[in-house]
């Protein structure tokens, strides 16, 4: 059984940073594709950034709503990823989860929940004025 755990969370000003952390742990840990996603209360889950790894091409994809100020990044290894956000806003207030994909890439859907099949329990996120 593999188990993400998120790390970073927490409250900040408008403008400020934080940097999220997930780190994958269990049996052998390979994934196809890490993202991280966030959920605002009263809305859908959706994705923010997900990095997908197909032989030696890495796919890199951003939501429009924080292209420019969050980036994903991840170690050697793929069982860490993470996502530096920077100039937060209210509206990027949600529980942000990282999520991973394990099993064969069979569609292109990594903007989807559904694509993934790993979850963590999230972590709060809050940027106020």
């Known amino acids: 059984q593999v188990h993400l755990v998120e790390s970073g969370g927490g409250s900040v000003q408008t403008g400020g940073s934080l940097r999220l952390s997930c780190a994958a742990s269990?049996?052998?840990?390979?994934?196809?594709?890490m993202a991280w996603f966030r959920q605002a209360p009263g809305k859908e889950r959706e994705m923010v950034s997900t990095?997908?790894?197909?032989?030696?091409?890495?796919?890199?994809a951003t939501a429009e709503s924080v292209e420019g100020r969050f980036t994903i990044s991840s170690d050697n290894t793929k069982t860490k990823v993470y996502l530096q956000m920077n100039s937060l806003k209210p509206e990027d207030t949600a529980v942000y989860y990282c999520?991973?994909?394990?099993?064969?890439?069979?569609?292109?859907?990594?903007?989807?929940?559904?694509?993934?099949?790993?979850w963590g329990q999230g972590t709060q996120v809050t940027a106020s004025s």
């Open positions: 999520a991973a994909k394990l099993g064969p890439i069979l569609a292109n859907n990594f903007h989807s929940a559904s694509f993934y099949d790993t």
């Open positions: 269990g049996r052998t840990f390979s994934p196809k594709a």
């Open positions: 990095l997908v790894w197909r032989g030696s091409r890495t796919t890199v």
